[in-house]
DNA sequence: CTTGAAGCTATAGTGACTAGAGGGATTATA
DNA sequence: TATAATCCCTCTAGTCACTATAGCTTCAAG
């Protein structure tokens, strides 16, 4: 049984964040202590494991809602998990596609060397979209 | 002098957008027709383009207005507009490096085959931290 | 002159938190 | 045992950058 102080210590999940997952039914109520303070069981430190590192993976709490539920069901098909797997690595590459097309350009402007703003690489390429090296 | 919507399609910037732009002093208060619609010039066409460029580049608001500011004022040395650019270099290196370590792990968990949850690899990977490729 | 698209304001909702106020509980030390 | 320091509680509001909705008015084409 630990405090939500030492639950966010093992989880590197911040005390606010934990109310609010409990507030948006990610994680159950836990049992209190007299006075009134949350007290989590083993079983709510690994949830709130699961909802940590799939946040870090960047999936939306509505998809790991589905995730929790279906791995609380271990007998049904993978289907559905395999999907938002699936679905979620192609937003990431196209993310990932989308920033180095942005690190070429902030590559490019950052290395200005004018000395005022009228001949600033920085400020010339916003303002001149046809500029740009890459299309966006 | 163009409409919203003219304007909206020939910078890419959605009609709600363009008017919060508005509210959030981003943008100047266009002239209004007699009807009191907004009509915009083709300085309000630049400015906006800029604004809508540099967001595409993830510039944050904030940002976006020093850089305005900035602008306008060709005569001072570039050197915050430099700043910013190089900051926000920065963080999109990280963002990507993080990303690309996150393709990596999607990759392996999209690669499940088993046929149920209970040997599906999405949960088993995203229950048990310990068990990923990468440290994040 | 009518009709349908486009525009107006104002308010509320989104996602995923984060901050602050104003209090009560727990724990370590004197 | 007293007390101080730290932790925790609820509730509300704020963040960012939009997006959606409702209910109305104006504009442009036929």
Redesign the interface.
Known sequence: MFSIGELSRRTGVKIPTIRYYEQMGLIDAPERSEGNQRRYTKAGL?RL??I???R???FPIEDIKT?LE??Q??????HD??G???R??GQ??R??AK??R??R???R??Q?D???????A??ET??D?GL?ETD?
């Not at 069901?73 to 993978?78: R, V």
């Not at 004018?114 to 600033?120: A, R």
């Open positions: 690994q494991s699961f940590h590192h799939s870090e993976l960047g995730l279906l791995s069901h271990p007998d049904k098909p993978c998990a395999h938002i797997a699936v979620h690595l990431v590459q993310r990932i920033l180095r942005l690190e350009e902030l590559k402007l950052s200005c004018g000395d005022t703003i009228s001949d600033c920085v400020i916003l303002a979209h740009c966006h």
